[in-house]
């Protein structure tokens, strides 16, 4: 693999390839993700982590600025606004306040659905 394989623009090409036939894996933790993605390229494990870490970082930041970030095929990921409302303390019953809040959201796009229900 040459030197420009490893720019960023080509990362997200290279774990996308590496995780596509991901079948009877029920769940994966960050580790294992690392260790299928560095199995299945010539990247080693600390360049792989090294990528991921870069890429959280990235949609982190990006929607942190209230912005989002969309992979075509695997989905988007954004800011929802979720509005105050009144709730109750599970332990005692009492009505609370809980104030409104920013939260991330991830919508899958057409790709990931139609392989998850693949049969």
């Known amino acids: 693999m040459a030197a420009t394989d490893h720019h960023p623009s080509n990362v997200w090409r290279i774990v996308r390839q590496a995780t596509i036939n991901l079948r009877g894996i029920s769940s994966m933790n960050k580790t294992e993700l690392i260790e299928h993605i560095s199995s299945k390229t010539d990247l ?61 959201k991830f919508r899958p796009g057409k790709a990931l659905k139609d392989a998850v229900n693949a049969k």
Not at 59 to 88: D, H, P, Q
């Open 44 to 104: 080693s494990k600390a360049d792989v982590g090294r990528a991921l870490e870069a890429f959280v970082g990235a949609v982190k930041t990006t929607l942190k600025k209230k912005g989002s970030v969309t992979l075509v095929g695997f989905g988007t990921f954004a800011v929802s606004e979720r509005a105050a409302r009144t709730g109750r303390n599970p332990r005692t019953g009492e009505e609370i306040k809980i104030k409104k809040a920013r939260v991330p």
